[in-house]
C-alpha cells in the first residue's frame, strides 16, 4: 500500500509528530502549489497504484516511486474522497511547485493517520477554526474548513496550533509590545519562544491586540527575531472569522478515523 509507518519529524516545532503516510502521486497543473497541509482527494479518473505516469528523471526526487493511488486537490471536478493530507518533502516541509509549464504529478507523502499538518481556514461567512474543531474538506477551498465528521470529508480534530513569526523591529527590555508579523494563534498566557542562540528566551503572554502582543522580556532583542509556540487551549479560537478574506494558517490534527 506505500505505507511509511511511524513517520517521525525532527523540524523543530514539528518534533515528535508522528503517524502513518501513503504516498501519493498527485497531479498538479501548470504553476500549480501544493502546500504542505494541503488536503488530497482521490483522482477518480485514475487506476490506483503502480508507478507515476511519467517518464523517469534521474534528477527527479523519489525517481520509480511506487504510490498506492493516484490523487487531486479537493478542487478538482476529478476530486473523491479525501486520501491523505500531504507533509511536505523531507524534515524541512518542502512544497512542490510546478514549474514545468505542464501538468505533472508529483509523488507526495500524505498523512491519514496520526498527528500531522493541515493547512486550516475559515471562509468568509464561517466558523473560526478553534482547538478541538473537526476539519473536513471542501470542493471551494483547497485548505480545509470547520465542518462536521462524514465520511470521505473528514479529516480530524485540531490539536494545536504551531505559531511561527517574526518581529521585525528591536525590542527592548521589560514588559514591551511587540508587533510580530502574524498574531494568528498567539492568545494572553500562552508561553513563546522568542529568538535564538543566546538571546533565546521563553516568555508568558500579558495581553494582546489585533496586531501587538505584551509580555515581560529579560532580554533585549535585535529584529528580526523569531517567535515560536504551540497553543493548545481547548477552544481558543486560531484563525478568526473577522475580515473580507480567506484566513489560513497550518494546524496540528489528529488524523485518527478519517472518514
Do not use: W
Not at 461567512?125 to 474548513?145: E, M, R
Amino acid at each position: 500500500m506505500g505505507i511509511n509507518k511511524n513517520f517521525v519529524s525532527t523540524d523543530g516545532l514539528n518534533a515528535g509528530v508522528q503517524g502513518d503516510d501513503i504516498f501519493v502521486g498527485v497531479s498538479l497543473a501548470a504553476a500549480g502549489v501544493l502546500a504542505v497541509g494541503t488536503p488530497i482527494c482521490r483522482d477518480l479518473t485514475a487506476l490506483p497504484g503502480g508507478l507515476l505516469p511519467q517518464d523517469v528523471n534521474p534528477s527527479k526526487l523519489f525517481q520509480n516511486a511506487r504510490v498506492s493511488d493516484h490523487g487531486v486537490l479537493a478542487t478538482s471536478a476529478n476530486a473523491g474522497d479525501l486520501l491523505g493530507v500531504f507533509q511536505g518533502v523531507g524534515e524541512q516541509g518542502i512544497a512542490y511547485t510546478n514549474n514545468t509549464g505542464a501538468a505533472q504529478y508529483y509523488p507526495a507523502p500524505c498523512r491519514f493517520q496520526g498527528i500531522g499538518r493541515v493547512l486550516a481556514g475559515a471562509i468568509a461567512a464561517g466558523t473560526a477554526v478553534t482547538i478541538g474543531s473537526i476539519l473536513v474538506i471542501s470542493n471551494a477551498n483547497i485548505f480545509a474548513t470547520v465542518g462536521s465528521r462524514a465520511f470521505g470529508t473528514a479529516i480530524g480534530r485540531v490539536i494545536a496550533y504551531p505559531v511561527n513569526t517574526t518581529v521585525a523591529a528591536n525590542s527592548a527590555a521589560g514588559s514591551v509590545a511587540v508587533t510580530p508579523a502574524s498574531m494568528v494563534g498567539i492568545v494572553a498566557g500562552m508561553s513563546l519562544v522568542i529568538d535564538q542562540g543566546t538571546l533565546q528566551e521563553t516568555v508568558v503572554v500579558a495581553s494582546i491586540t489585533a496586531t501587538t502582543f505584551t509580555a515581560p522580556f529579560t532580554l533585549a532583542h535585535t529584529g528580526p527575531f523569531t517567535v515560536q509556540g504551540i497553543l493548545s487551549t481547548v477552544g481558543a479560537a486560531i484563525i478568526p472569522v473577522p475580515g473580507a478574506s480567506n484566513t489560513q494558517a497550518v494546524v496540528f490534527a489528529d488524523f485518527n478515523g478519517i472518514g
